[in-house]
């Protein structure tokens, strides 16, 4: 859509937002750009061709010297360079490019020594997920399973959100600067895309005033929310599409050519599978919610809206379905498949005190006073503190009268409802039952995290703000100063608090020499395993960086992920693959430095496991936190190791080796 393009996409209600401060402002105020009807464009009228040497008219004869003087200046001030809409929305993106490139800036110091504080393991997964789409591109792997780690079971990838749709054409980075670098690349351009996004829809098709959308991209871009992520999610905080998905979807309410907007919806909606179905599925659920809020209060808009919704939602579920189909498939019926989360993730839920408080990684926020407040750091999806909370709160009884606020007040307090979990407190007080408890074993809702459904919330209040400022930027020349100045202190007031912050970082071991120096290459065949000591775990994810450091050239059991209980497919999910004696017996000597007394019944079970590994070397970091114990401890299982530049290596092959 080009800028001249008229602005008719926002809900087509009657008294949409800026109808009331249009009427208001009087005959002289336009109407913004969701209450304003579709023009049909007119040419503007030809200039007439005047000739070079046609002679002066009367004026320019009689012109003295400073009116000729002023006259030949007027082109020159013409010429001058515009503020284009152009320029205008390059500067907005560059400042939220500057703005995500601030957030991340103490991770790209050292990509692959830096990570963010407290949870290393998310991170390590998503490198491992970007090393993998290095092996689509260049050897043909299968995308949507590999047992490059917990091997030899695998890993159902389409199940454990593989980024393909941002893997894939992160190739070319990853291939060049490896994985590491990938990840920065990806978190960055996912906060200044996810605002440059919403900023592109609110200007082009919900409100006139750039002010008012770049307020409104600025908060769904940065919440507090999407920095919480920022340090370990890539696939959640990149939601560049989501704004365009909510556009089309609007659309299709009134579409002329339904089955052409069902074929464009369809195609968005797969490449976000792609990129994280969690939010996909989020996002459908708050447009279904948004439209009945807005067919409850106009119920005569179902009229002229059902057949083209009707035609469009079917043209996008086949089109989509299709296409999803296979990978579909493979998630839920394919190999290491799970059904639902465990216990512990379909709990998580928001404290009602989080939507007051700021969010750690911003200006005003606080970890110790953030502790119980949401289940991890990596999930602070409320925290907008006192004052926006108010403001919000503000805005829609400002605004109430608006049809489609009503709507989005009602979206944003179900989702922020739901959040609360299955159990509702307030400063870790336990309340009372929520009612996500009635919907926790609904099918695809049951591998749903529910805290997260306060980023839909989130949403909702963006474009809040962004109606709020129009509003104001579109009051009567008498009443404009006050209100603007009230409104920009009350925004002041609202955003400063959680203005974002870098990240914060802490240091990383390094891939070892061993592995970036391919000497792993002289003893581990295609169909073996290379053993990380401690073996990988969703506490310990440094051996799926090496493996991710050599674009997954050696498999590696174990590791971070999602799989079936027991390895059954189709039991419930839990993080890792099967339990694990020998690696629970090195975590626990990793965790204590405590050396076990091991016996012969110990010894023979943890060579069987090797065995089923196809193990041929193990690899002890020197550097390794408690490396003594635990080389004392491999040496009592398989024997003496030796060392080999920063390593500690043990030749397991010929104990290994299967059996005539």
Same mark, same amino acid.
Request: charged letters at 15%; one cysteine or more; a positive charge.
């Given at each position: ?13 009657? %008294? !949409? @937002?800026?109808?009331? &401060?249009?009427?208001? *402002? #009087? ?5 913004? +750009?969701? $209450?304003? =009807? ?7 009228p ?5 000739p070079? %040497? !046609? @002679?002066?008219g009367p &004026?320019?004869?009689? *012109? #003295?010297p400073?009116e000729?003087?002023? +006259?030949? $200046?007027? =082109?020159?001030?013409t010429r ?8 205008r ?28 504080s ?10 491992f ?22 091997f ?12 393909l ?14 994985p ?6 990806l ?28 307020v ?9 929310a ?31 050519r339904?089955?052409?907007d ?27 919610v948004?439209?009945?809020a ?19 939602v ?8 299709a296409l999803?189909a296979?990978?579909l ?28 408080a ?13 502790v119980n ?12 503190g ?10 829609v ?7 489609v ?6 979206t944003?307090a ?16 336990e309340?009372?039952t ?15 995290v ?6 839909i ?17 579109s009051?009567?020349?008498?009443e ?8 920009v202190?009350a ?10 912050m ?33 073996v ?14 050599t ?10 992920f ?7 497919t189709?039991?419930?999910g ?10 629970k ?12 007394e091991?016996d ?48 500690w ?5 010929t ?6």
């Amino acid at each position: 859509m080009t800028p001249a393009e008229p602005r008719g996409d926002f809900p087509p209600v009657p %008294d !949409a @937002p800026g109808g009331a &401060a249009a009427r208001t *402002a #009087g005959a002289t105020a336009e109407p913004p +750009a969701a $209450a304003r =009807p579709v023009a049909t464009e007119q040419p503007a009228p030809a200039a007439t061709p005047v000739p070079a %040497d !046609a @002679p002066a008219g009367p &004026a320019d004869a009689d *012109a #003295g010297p400073e009116e000729a003087a002023r +006259a030949t $200046a007027e =082109p020159a001030r013409t010429r001058r360079p515009r503020w284009t809409t152009r320029r205008r929305d390059l500067a907005v993106y560059g400042l939220f490019l500057l703005a995500a490139l601030w957030v991340t800036s103490r991770i790209w110091v050292d990509p692959a020594g830096r990570v963010a504080s407290l949870y290393s393991s998310d991170p390590a997964q998503v490198q491992f997920f970007l090393a993998h789409s290095v092996r689509v591109v260049l050897h043909g792997e299968f995308p949507f399973y590999t047992d490059q780690f917990n091997f030899p079971d695998g890993v159902n990838l389409m199940a454990n959100t593989a980024v393909l749709a941002l893997g894939i054409p992160m190739v070319p980075v990853t291939l060049l600067f490896g994985p590491a670098v990938s990840f920065v690349v990806l978190v960055t351009l996912g906060l200044a895309g996810t605002a440059a996004a919403w900023y592109r829809v609110l200007s082009r098709h919900v409100v006139r005033t750039p002010l008012a959308a770049a307020v409104g991209a600025w908060f769904c871009g940065f919440s507090p929310a999407m920095l919480s992520h920022a340090s370990w999610h890539p696939n959640i905080i990149s939601q560049f599409l989501l704004p365009f998905i909510v556009w089309r979807v609007l659309v299709i309410t009134r579409s002329r050519r339904p089955m052409r907007d069902g074929a464009l919806l369809a195609l968005l909606v797969v490449v976000q599978a792609f990129i994280n179905e969690e939010i996909l599925l989020f996002t459908a659920m708050a447009c279904g919610v948004f439209l009945i809020a807005v067919l409850v209060q106009r119920p005569a808009l179902w009229s002229a809206a059902w057949r083209p919704l009707g035609v469009a939602v079917a043209v996008c579920t086949v089109l989509a379905g299709a296409l999803l189909a296979y990978p579909l498939y493979v998630q839920f019926a394919g190999p290491m498949a799970y059904h639902g989360l465990s216990d512990a993730v379909r709990d998580y839920g928001n404290d009602i005190a989080a939507f007051f408080a700021p969010g750690s990684p911003t200006l005003g926020g606080n970890e110790r006073a953030n502790v119980n407040l949401a289940p991890n750091y990596s999930e602070e999806n409320a925290f907008f503190g006192w004052s926006l909370a108010l403001l919000s709160v503000g805005i829609v009884f400002w605004m109430r009268r608006e049809p489609v606020v009503r709507a989005l007040a009602a979206t944003g307090a179900f989702f922020a409802v739901l959040s609360l979990g299955e159990r509702v407190s307030w400063w870790d007080r336990e309340l009372f039952t929520g009612p996500w408890e009635l919907l926790v074993r609904v099918p695809l809702l049951d591998a749903v995290v529910p805290t997260r459904f306060g980023m839909i919330t989130t949403a909702v209040i963006g474009v809040l703000l962004a109606l709020a400022v129009e509003r104001i930027w579109s009051l009567r020349p008498a009443e404009a100063r006050t209100v603007r100045t009230l409104g920009v202190g009350a925004l002041v007031l609202a955003l400063l608090p959680i203005t974002p912050m870098p990240l914060k970082v802490t240091s990383r071991p390094a891939v070892p020499k061993f592995i970036t120096a391919d000497r792993w290459r002289e003893y581990v065949g295609a169909d073996q395993t290379l053993v990380p000591i401690p073996v990988p775990s969703m506490g310990n994810t440094h051996g799926m960086r090496w493996a991710a450091s050599t674009n997954l050239d050696f498999k590696i059991p174990g590791g971070y992920f999602l799989a079936p209980r027991n390895g059954n497919t189709g039991d419930p999910g839990r993080f890792g693959g099967r339990p694990s004696g020998v690696g629970k017996l090195l975590e626990e000597v990793a965790t204590t430095g405590r050396t076990p007394e091991l016996d012969d019944r110990q010894r023979r079970r943890s060579l069987d496991e090797l065995r089923h590994w196809r193990a041929a070397v193990l690899v002890l970091p020197v550097g390794q936190h408690n490396a003594e114990p635990l080389r004392r401890t491999v040496e009592d299982l398989v024997g003496p190791g030796r060392r080999e530049l920063d390593v500690w290596v043990w030749d397991v092959r010929t104990l290994t080796a299967p059996t005539a």
